[in-house]
């Protein structure tokens, strides 16, 4: 079945930089375009961005462009998101998300808070 597994998150200083990954099982990863996702307490869920299957392609949203960096390694079937900069309303759980068989995948999320 598919699985994703996000790692990397944490407590960091505005103006820090964290690095998550996502490992992914159970799909023929290099086939899927994958995305990060974000929920901020008491929000919705976010679109932060977007890569396609053999990482061509990215898309933002506006307040992480410049500051966010997706890739992915289809050899180690792995989704990172590079952040920089971060700022206190990136606090959030943030989730690798993709489609499969008709339907959405995210996993459990890891946790990332941005505080002095």
């Known amino acids: 079945q598919v699985q994703l597994v996000e790692s990397g998150g944490g407590l960091v200083q505005p103006g820090g930089s964290l690095r998550l990954s996502c490992a992914a099982s159970g799909f023929t990863f290099n086939l899927n375009t994958m995305k990060w996702v974000r929920q901020a307490p008491g929000k919705g869920l976010e679109w932060v961005s977007t890569i396609s299957n053999f990482g061509v392609s990215t898309l933002y949203t506006d307040s992480v462009k410049g500051r966010f960096t997706t890739s992915r390694d289809n050899a180690k079937n792995t989704l990172y998101l590079q952040m920089n900069n971060l700022k206190p309303e990136d606090t959030a759980v943030y989730y690798c998300?993709?489609?499969?068989?008709?339907?959405?995948?995210r996993g459990q999320g890891t946790q990332v808070t941005v505080s002095s």
């Open positions: 998300s993709t489609q499969a068989w008709g339907r959405d995948y």
